[in-house]
C-alpha cells in the first residue's frame, strides 16, 4: 500500500471517529440553560443523560417549575427541557428500580422474552418475567437510537434474534449503572408543594398552612402515588417531634397545621385580583421547599408482599427550615419557617 493510500486511510479513519464522538458531545449539549437542573451522565452513548430539576444544587421533586410565563407562551427549548425534566425523572426512578430488583434480575431471560405472564408457581420464570417488563419499560425511555431497539424484526425469528443482541448488548450496562444512582441507598432533595392561603387569622397575625409531612396527591406532582419518595415519614430528628411518637406517618394523616406570621400589611401585598369575581382579591399561591433525606427500603420478598418488585421510600427532614416562595422558579423568598418554632392550632 503507497504512502498515499496509507494516509488516506488514517484520515477516513480519523473522520468516522471524529464523527462518531461529535455526535455524542452534541446528544450531550443543551440548547437550555442548566443553572437549575440536575445531570446525572450517561455512561454510554446508548444511554441518555438523567435530567432533574433542582434547586440549590440538588434534586427537586414535588410540584416543579413548568417554564410557562404569565401571558408568554413556552418556546421549544424550554419545552424540551421540561420533557428531559419529565423523561429523567421516570429514568432515574427506573433505574433505582432495577437496581433495587438485582436478586429478580439474576433470573432474566437473555434469550427469549416471555409474551405472557407464567403461570404456576415457577419462581424463576416470574422473577424473568417481571424483570423483563422492567427492562423494557425503561429502556423505552433511556436508550438512545445508538442502543438498538427491542421491538425490531419482521418474523419472529427476527424479532428473537433481535431481542438477544439487544440484551446483550444493553442488559448489562444498564445494570452497572444503576447500581452507581444512589449512595449508601439513599439521596438528599428538595420537596415542593403548593401551600394555599385561606383567610387572614386577624388575631394571630398570620395565616394557617398546611405542611406535608407525608406524600399526598398534587397537581405537578412528578411520580404516580405507587413510587411516590415521600410516601412513609420516619422522624431521625427532635424537631420532627410532632410525630415522634409514631413509627411512621402515611398519607392517611399528610400534613401539619402551622401558622404562617405575616404582617396585615405584607399579607395584603400577596392578594391578587379574582378572575371571576370582579372587585374582589385572594392571595397567591406559594410554594414550599422542605431539605429531605430518601432512603430506599430494603429489597423484601415474603407471601404478604404481592409487589416486590415495587420499590419502598422512607424519608425525615434535614433541614427544620421550609422556605416559602411566590414563584415556581424559587427565586422570590417570602419568609423561612422553622420546624424548630412552630405554632399549631389549637
Known sequence: MSNYSKAKTIYSILFILLLHTTAYAQSNTYNFDTNDIFII?????????????????????GVLNTYIASNASRNLDLKEKYELIIAGDMNFL??????????????????VRASTRPSGTNKKEENSYKAQQQFYKLTNTVCTDIAGNINAGENEFERRRNYKTFVNNNLDGLLTWSNTILKNNAFSAYWVHTVRLRNYDFDKKGYWIQIPIASIRER????STQYN?????VPKNSYESFSMGEKSRSSSTPSLKILFKISPEEAEKLQQ????????????????????????????EDKSNKTPEIPEFEHHFESPIITLYK???LTEKVAELSLKKIITED
Do not use: C, W
Not at 427506573?94 to 434469550?111: H, S, V
Not at 379574582?274 to 427500603?297: D, E, H, I, M, Q
Open 41 to 61: 451522565k450517561s455512561p454510554s452513548k446508548n444511554y441518555k443523560d438523567i435530567v432533574l430539576q433542582s434547586h440549590n444544587g440538588i434534586p427537586r421533586f
Open 94 to 111: 427506573n433505574l433505582i428500580q432495577m437496581d433495587y430488583m438485582k436478586a429478580m434480575y439474576n433470573d432474566f431471560n437473555r434469550e
Open 220 to 223: 405537578n406532582t412528578r411520580f
Open 229 to 233: 419518595f415521600f410516601k412513609n415519614h
Open 273 to 300: 385580583p379574582t378572575k371571576f369575581k370582579r372587585g374582589t382579591a385572594s392571595p397567591n399561591p406559594l410554594y414550599a421547599t422542605a431539605k429531605v433525606k430518601v432512603t430506599l427500603r430494603a429489597f423484601t
Open 327 to 329: 414563584d415556581l422558579a
